[in-house]
């Protein structure tokens, strides 16, 4: 089993940045993929960025290509999101996922362990 615990949600206003973190307990393994999901009220969990553990791939959809900027520190078991030029439409609860595979899938039944997630709230 894999535990992620989500921290560093919050309230801004548009333009300003946050950076989520997630760190990871439990059995780990080198060859999975880290995600970032968000979800706003009446709408579909959707992928924004993705990393893979091993080989530092990164992916960002294009919802908020450009400003976002995902990383991981393999010593302490955390993964990064940092986001900037945050907008109202930016508001939602936030996910990190795990998924035991060293490929990035925007399906979310292909992730196989879910943090409880944080609220991200980006006010005009």
């Known amino acids: 089993q894999v535990q992620l615990v989500e921290s560093g949600g919050g309230s801004v206003q548009a333009g300003g940045s946050l950076r989520l973190s997630c760190a990871a307990s439990g059995r780990t393994f080198s060859n999975y993929t880290m995600g970032w999901f968000r979800q706003a009220p009446g709408k579909e969990r959707e992928l924004v960025a993705a990393i893979t553990w091993s080989g530092g791939y990164t992916h960002y959809a294009n919802a908020m290509k450009g400003r976002l900027t995902i990383s991981g520190d393999n010593a302490k078991k955390t993964v990064y999101l940092q986001m900037n030029n945050l907008k109202p439409e930016d508001t939602a609860v936030y996910y990190c996922?795990?998924?035991?595979?060293?490929?990035?899938?925007?399906?979310?039944?292909?992730?196989?362990?879910w943090g409880q997630g944080t609220q991200v709230t980006v006010s005009s």
């Open positions: 996922a795990a998924r035991i595979a060293p490929t990035v899938t925007y399906y979310s039944g292909s992730w196989d362990y």
